[in-house]
Nanobody
Framework: QVQLVESGGGLVQAGGSLRLSCAAS????????MGWYRQASGKQREFVAS???????NYADSVKGRFTISRANAKNTIYLQMNSLKPEDTAVYYC???????????????WGQGTQVTVSS
């Protein structure tokens, strides 16, 4: 199996910064795409940012220029540096990874448990 452990959420004032981490562990042969999603109360889960194994990144328009996604392949970990936070960034943030496990021909998606980010005005 594959486990994802997220950390770094919390309460911050508008304009502040937070850094989220998501570490994958388990029977991992390779990790392809890794990304972050968020879900605000009463809303659908939405894409925030993603990064490929080669380091190519993609961002939602709402976070471009403020958030930076990165990954440490040797640690099977991704990060989300969030700067200039706004109250509308308040949500539960989830990491999602596409993993090929040892002995498995196919890739599967796995989700983290989520970490709360609250931005006060």
């Amino acid at each position: 199996q594959v486990q994802l452990v997220e950390s770094g959420g919390g309460l911050v004032q508008a304009g502040g910064s937070l850094r989220l981490s998501c570490a994958a562990s388990g029977s991992i042969f390779s990790i392809n795409d890794m990304g972050w999603y968020r879900q605000a109360s009463g809303k659908q889960r939405e894409f925030v940012a993603s990064i490929t194994s080669g380091g190519s990144t993609n961002y939602a328009d709402s976070v471009k220029g403020r958030f930076t996604i990165s990954r440490a392949n040797a640690k099977n970990t991704i990060y989300l540096q969030m700067n200039s936070l706004k109250p509308e960034d308040t949500a539960v943030y989830y990491c999602k990874v596409r993993v090929q496990r040892f002995g498995d021909l196919y890739e599967h998606h796995y989700w983290g448990q989520g970490t709360q980010v609250t931005v006060s005005s």
